[in-house]
């Protein structure tokens, strides 16, 4: 499975689990991209997979801007105006607003104006300097206002637009194990993984070959998400400069939460393996820093997974 670039690849004798324990297993197409979903244990396995999948629907059918039905994609186009939203939604733009300023401004959640810019979305594009310079004024989670008393949400700016692309699936992929409430199971959604209850050994893909392994390591309770530019290009941008991010390897990280993985996977690779992996160590954050050149950098967070490095000169 790949997500941004990055492949993970599940060892099957590790996944693999003895016979008397039950299994369920489900495969579906989920904010465009692969939803898989393996439980374990005693219960209704059925039931949870259903209840996991009304999940991450819930969720797109409410937060994808892929869809102009959904709310964010009516405050998107709400032309500066405040848009009532439920609860849950205030709550996490709050969140994503937050990590903006953890990140010092690496991650950020609006971002539309600079996508469709670039053209990400539609395969890429380079905009005309005018163009540029306006994306980048209708840019920036500093144009998102909430009002939690008044439950609304409004951008001071016309033009600006939440992108939800660098936090939902993990967000989604948080709220479906609690939906599941399995004893043990493997989401993979997109490439991002979300373990628990059991070990299960995973590896990350060389950025300049896809297909061989370069990191291995045992995840349990936490969830693994990459950021790079093999597979789509440049496709990640740079929230303090508006301009796509170099392409210097990949990113790997691992927390107890997916939401917190998938926001740190983009932000660090934003970074880069400089300031990236120093902020990383700051913050102590499991992450790993794959670079086209061979080298991997890791964090002492990271290296106490105890990942085992696969050279290249050995395949």
Known sequence: MFVNGLRYLLVPAVVAVQAAVPTQDRLVLAMGTELRVHLQGAGDLVGASEAALAEANRIEAACSTWNPGSAWSRLNAAQGHPVVLDREWLDLLDQMKAWQARTDGAFDPILMALMRAWGIREGGQVPAPRVLAAARRSSGARLLVTDAA???????????????????????LDRMRRAAAAPAGLIDFGGQLLAWGRPVEVSVADPRDRR???????LRDASLSGSGTSERGRHI????TGEPCPAWGSTAVVAADALTADVLSTALYVLGPDAGLAWAERQGVAAAFLLHDGTVRMTPAFRSLHPTLIPRESR
Do not use: I, N
Not at 212 to 218: I, Y
Not at 237 to 240: A, K, Q, T
């Open 212 to 218: 061989q392994a370069r990191l291995a390591f045992s």
């Open 237 to 240: 941008l740079d929230p303090r």
């Open 150 to 172: 008044a439950g609304t949400a409004r951008l001071t700016h016309p033009d600006a637009g939440v992108e939800e692309g660098g936090f939902l699936k993990g967000y989604a």
